[in-house]
């Protein structure tokens, strides 16, 4: 079963600290993982995106990495800002079939002053 | 300003009514997608198109329904048939399936 597992569920830092954001996935055949960035009451924004024969992906503060082999991603996140408090959300594409994205169900994210 | 638009922002709705979800994007791009997401629960597929006039049923289709009469607007009904409607819904496109999806700012639908 096509399925996509991140942690901590939530997560509480103070500003200014780095983190790091976990994400097991079993998605077959693979193609791509996405980390997208979602605001409360928002839509979800892109971060990133690796396709299997890329290891690292650097957004800015954020950067993405990709084990192909143990099928694990992880989002690290340097020098939080408040701006950062959202929920993360970890999205593997299978690259076969139609419209497969599976979404995780993200790590919410507090950055306290 | 490209993007991808949803309305109304905050929707409720009374029991045994339908309700249409508005969704419209000038990004030209072929493939749209209704989402919902509960809390605790990642993203799950209601609908998909890939192109005009073409829509398939995702993973939890059953109670609502859609349209897909122009590329650029792909409306969401929640009928009186959905048991437990009370969620935010999220559109997204992108410009062919199974390449990166742009999503809308969210529709949040209550029933009263």
């Known amino acids: 079963k096509n399925q996509v597992e991140q942690s901590p569920q939530s997560l509480i830092i103070l500003e200014g600290k780095n983190c790091t954001l976990q994400c097991n996935y079993t998605v077959s055949p693979f193609s791509n993982l996405r980390w997208y960035k979602q605001d409360t009451g928002r839509g979800p924004v892109s971060l990133t995106i690796m396709t299997f024969s890329e290891n690292t992906k650097s957004n800015g503060r954020y950067t993405a990495t990709l084990d192909a082999d143990t099928k694990q991603s992880s989002l690290h996140i340097t020098a939080s800002q408040l701006s950062d408090s959202a929920s993360y959300i970890c999205v593997a594409q299978a690259a076969s079939g139609t419209y497969k994205y599976i979404f995780g169900t993200g790590t919410r994210l507090k950055v306290l002053a | 300003d490209g993007g991808i638009t949803q309305s109304p922002k905050y929707l409720f709705r009374k029991e045994g009514q339908n309700v249409t979800l508005s969704c419209e994007q000038n990004?030209?791009?072929?493939?749209m997608y209704w989402y919902r997401q509960d809390p605790g629960q990642g993203l799950r597929l209601i609908y998909y198109s890939q192109i005009v006039n073409d829509f398939q049923k995702g993973d939890i289709a059953e109670g609502y329904s859609v349209s897909r009469e122009k590329k650029e607007s792909f409306p969401l009904t929640v009928t009186s048939a959905q048991k437990n409607p009370t969620a935010f819904y999220l559109c997204?496109?992108?410009?062919?399936?199974?390449?990166?999806?742009?999503f809308g700012q969210g529709t949040r639908l209550t029933v009263v």
């Open positions: 990004l030209n791009h072929d493939a």
């Open positions: 997204a496109s992108s410009p062919q399936e199974n390449t990166e999806a742009f």
